[in-house]
């Protein structure tokens, strides 16, 4: 789970690392009393939503005066960002966030993320912060230091110095950035997070470091034992079919491609887009409807998939262990009944009473493709969308 850049940063705060006073805007006459409570100008406005790359969809923006921040809120507040990490329909900008403008010497990457090959919480650190960091990585991958903190032994003034070394840090900066490291770290495996991101960090002319933005990322798995951050949720920002899912406890991401799938397991719902892949389609999501699916459930899934105005083509793959074969045709007809189903549809169904599933498909008047091997359902699902069945 995403917070706000303003929420994220409310939780450096606590942990007395440093970052920009500031205030949140959600309404025009927000913006008067925000820039009285700051003092001085200018100040830097920023949209928040739950992605990067705001500064280069002009999401960020330095004003001078209030007319411009009024300006900048009336052109921002119930309109969408999109930016290279939203997708083409963007996301919507409920609430700005104003600070007092850092003035910038220089731009510093630093987060922390759980790396799985270490299996250890890592400190990903670059001298190169800034709007371009990505490049940064894959043009000069020098530039991006990596070091692994043992959990046992915690945060070591080592790492301290061998970040601050890495980042070029000298000075009241070098100084410090070891509590500041040790705020991160706290922050970061205290509140359960997958990942904790500054950039920029920035040195200030003044020779002093700020943490200028903040992404921070739940553990979702941690939900429960973290109502505070729970509490922060926005759900605007969250793709609705996936908060949908959720309800019903189905696993479902929304992806690019044109084929929905629907499949029991994670595992076989990986290997089913790999197989749609592999014979030239896409697949529009991963769904799995778990291993206890029950016809309702199964239904639900079947809605969710058809809300999707991409979908071209539909393959549901179910492997019944646990699952009976009939419960999920069952579920399919269920559905089919209360939409009015246009696509094609490839069905794969083996195990716990397939054949029954099957005969009830195939006696249910509906234009159904049954395959039992899946590699040729993949196919018959690839051909089905590119128009060719
Ligand atoms: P992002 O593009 O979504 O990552 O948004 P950021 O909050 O990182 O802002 C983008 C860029 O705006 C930063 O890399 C900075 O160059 C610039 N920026 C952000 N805050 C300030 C500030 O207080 N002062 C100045 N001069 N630039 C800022
Ligand atoms: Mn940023």
Request: net charge negative; with cysteine; hydrophobic share 45%.
């Amino acid at each position: 789970m995403n917070l706000h850049e303003y929420q994220a940063k409310a939780l450096l705060r606590d942990a007395a690392v440093a970052v920009p006073e500031g205030r949140v805007i959600r309404a025009i006459e927000d913006v008067a009393p925000a820039l009285e409570a700051l003092g001085d100008g200018p100040w830097v406005m920023k949209v928040q939503v739950h992605a990067g790359g705001r500064g280069k969809a002009g999401g960020v923006r330095r004003v001078k005066s209030i007319d411009e921040a009024r300006a900048f809120a009336d052109g921002w507040l119930g309109r969408r960002l999109v930016t290279i990490q939203t997708g083409a329909a963007g996301l919507p900008v409920d609430v700005l966030y104003i600070e007092p403008a850092t003035a910038i010497a220089r731009e510093l990457y630093l987060s922390l993320i759980i790396d799985r090959a270490t299996s250890k919480v890592t400190f990903i650190a670059s001298d190169a912060g800034g709007m371009d960091i990505e490049e940064v990585a894959e043009t000069t991958p020098g530039r991006i230091h990596a070091l692994s903190v043992h959990p046992a032994a915690g945060l070591m003034p080592y790492h301290a110095r061998k970040l601050a070394f890495a980042l070029g840090l000298s000075g009241d900066a070098a100084k410090a950035f070891g509590p500041m490291l040790k705020g991160l770290y706290e922050v970061f495996t205290r509140k359960d997070a997958s990942m904790l991101e500054i950039n920029p960090l920035a040195v200030t002319e003044a020779g002093e470091l700020i943490a200028l933005d903040c992404k921070f990322v739940l553990d979702s798995s941690a939900g429960y034992r973290q109502p505070a951050i729970m509490a922060m949720r926005d759900e605007a920002q969250e793709d609705p079919r996936e908060r949908e899912a959720g309800k019903h406890s189905l696993n479902y991401v929304t992806l690019d491609g044109d084929i929905a799938c629907m499949v029991n397991g994670a595992g076989l719902a990986m290997a089913t887009m790999d197989l749609i892949q592999l014979e030239g389609g896409t697949p529009a999501n991963f769904l799995d409807v778990g291993g206890g699916a029950t016809a309702e459930r199964v239904a639900e899934a079947f809605k969710l998939i058809l809300s999707d105005s991409k979908v071209r083509a539909i393959l549901i793959n179910i492997f019944g262990g646990i699952v009976r074969c009939d419960l999920i045709a069952e579920g399919i007809l269920q559905a089919v009944r209360e939409v009015d189903l246009r696509l094609p549809l490839v069905v794969r169904l083996e195990g716990t009473n397939a054949e029954q599933g099957r005969a009830m498909l195939a006696h249910s008047g509906l234009a159904i493709i049954a395959e039992t091997d899946l590699t040729r359902a993949a196919q018959a699902a690839v051909r089905a969308a590119q128009g060719d069945i």
